[in-house]
């Protein structure tokens, strides 16, 4: 496996992101809109064309990996139905050595590898409160769009493990793919500033299964204005021929509301 250490900021997709609810039954609709980050850590296997790398991500190595990143989320709501669309786009790339494994077995290549990940992840959600109480319930259903290019180039001497002469070694794949989740979304307040909120949600479609949990805190600075932050964990079990997604995301998030 290629062994190598990955982050950055990232949104991957979801309503995990929690806002602030800003409609009651008889209201008209409201609107918020939520730019983030999410410092994360990232554990799992990524794999191209039959060659799969094993990705061990730390948070100190944000800045050594990160390309680019935009992260956002807007949100419509009116009585009881929520709609939301979250939009994330993730761009690394990670030079170093490690190991490599391919159908003819794991291969040590010093200081002669590149991997890179360019993800784009898009959520559509619609949520329907069930409990509207002094502990908010929200129903959610969503679909998740997932789209990665994922590199692999090697530049090294003969391989014959892996059938490489010597000299440079890539391998690329675009892919996407739809799921489907279901979930619920919970809003606990603790005073007229401060709320608690829990997100969960799983389901699958063409990746076997893919399911995230989020917990967190709204802040209220005014009627337009809620700092957002907690800690989001979300995995997928993806593979079609030669591509492979098995990959677990965590870390703390933080972004800002703005009503209107």
Avoid at 118 to 143: M, P, W
Avoid at 153 to 182: C, H, K, Q, R, Y
């Amino acid at each position: 496996m290629l062994r190598t250490r990955f982050l950055g900021p990232i949104a991957l997709a979801g309503s995990a992101l929690a806002y602030a609810p800003v409609a009651t039954a008889t209201d008209e609709w409201a609107f918020e809109f939520t730019p983030y980050a999410w410092a994360i850590g990232m554990e799992g296997d990524a794999g191209v064309r039959g060659k799969t790398s094993d990705v061990d991500m730390s948070f100190s190595d944000v800045l050594d990996n990160f390309d680019g990143a935009f992260l956002a989320m807007f949100i419509a709501e009116k009585g009881p139905w929520t709609v939301g669309v979250d939009f994330n786009f993730l761009d690394l790339e990670q030079d170093g050595s490690g190991v490599i494994t391919s159908p003819g077995g794991d291969v040590t290549v010093d200081k002669a590898y590149s991997v890179g990940v360019e993800s784009t992840i898009v959520q559509f959600s619609l949520g329907y409160r069930i409990v509207d109480d002094t502990t908010r319930v929200d129903l959610v259903g969503a679909t998740r769009y997932t789209k990665l290019d994922l590199e692999l180039e090697v530049t090294a001497g003969g391989i014959p493990e892996l059938g490489f002469p010597g000299g440079a070694f890539s391998a690329g794949e675009d892919e996407s793919w739809w799921d489907a989740v279901i979930g619920a979304r919970v809003v606990h307040p603790l005073s007229s500033q401060w709320s608690l909120v829990g997100y969960a949600d799983v389901g699958g479609g063409e990746s076997d299964l893919t399911y995230q949990a989020s917990l967190g805190a709204i802040w209220s600075l005014n009627e337009r204005f809620t700092v957002k932050g907690g800690y989001r964990y979300l995995s997928w079990d993806y593979e079609d021929g030669g591509t492979v997604w098995d990959m677990e995301v965590s870390g703390p998030y933080l972004g800002l509301g703005i009503a209107f």
